[in-house]
């Protein structure tokens, strides 16, 4: 499973790249305005910015909502950067434009998916990535990993290749419980990758065998 950090912040993705495990970044515009990135250029340039960070797919969300306008905006966000994946909410008019980008060999990631019909669409629309938001189902009492499930046996019934993109992760379970079900990414907070690392026993363990290395050589 790959491992995207959910972050428009530099520190946060550099802290990650250089765990050695960050395989992407997704970004939304809310969390470009909560890094108080504003401005058609300077938002650009943030997302040039990310990509010199990592070496892998950095998922840049048009704001346009209507299919002429995300046409356009999103061929200016794929011409900035290899790397860039074309993000479109699941709207009619974002199908649409997923269908087109997708016959132009534009990668794209279908974002705000909640269900299984939406993500049926995006994949018949050619997405590279469907971003199934599992922490905002979680959050209205709704399973939000059954509908990772239930996309999973969906596309593997036809081959799609369209990946499971996990998204709206909130923490480490989010993270393991998505890597059982066989979801191709996971995107998540730093918390949510680092977190993997705790365990006490490791703690108290090193603890002791340093402790039994000391003792044995002075
Ligand atoms: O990737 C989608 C994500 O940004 C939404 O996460 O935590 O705001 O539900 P959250």
């Known amino acids: 499973m790959k491992f995207f950090i959910d972050t428009a912040n530099l520190d946060q993705i550099r802290e990650a790249q250089s765990l050695g495990v960050l395989d992407g970044v997704t970004t939304n515009p809310s969390l470009m305005a909560k890094e108080g990135i504003s401005g058609q250029q300077a938002i650009l340039d943030h997302y040039k910015s990310i990509c010199q960070l990592v070496d892998g797919d950095v998922s840049a969300e ?24 074309v993000k479109v909410p699941m709207i009619k008019d974002g199908i649409k434009a997923i269908k087109y980008f997708s016959d132009q060999g534009i990668r794209t990631n279908c974002t705000l998916v909640f269900s299984v019909g939406q993500a049926l669409l995006a994949a018949k629309a050619g997405a590279t990535y469907v971003s199934p938001f599992i922490g905002r189902l979680d959050d209205i009492s709704t ?18 290749p369209t990946q499971i993109l996990a998204a709206s992760v909130r923490h480490t ?39 039994d290395y000391n003792r044995a050589n002075g």
Do not use: W
């Open 62 to 85: 048009v704001i346009a909502t209507e299919y002429e306008a995300m046409i356009e905006e999103g061929k200016i966000l794929a011409a900035l950067h290899p790397q860039i994946v």
């Open 143 to 160: 399973d939000g990993l059954h509908l990772i499930a239930e996309i999973r046996g969906i596309y593997d019934n036809y081959d799609f």
């Open 173 to 211: 379970m989010h993270v393991i419980d998505c890597a059982k079900i066989g979801a191709d990414v996971m995107t998540g907070p730093l918390s949510s990758i680092t977190g993997l690392l705790k365990h006490p026993l490791t703690d108290s363990g090193l603890a002791q065998f340093l402790a």
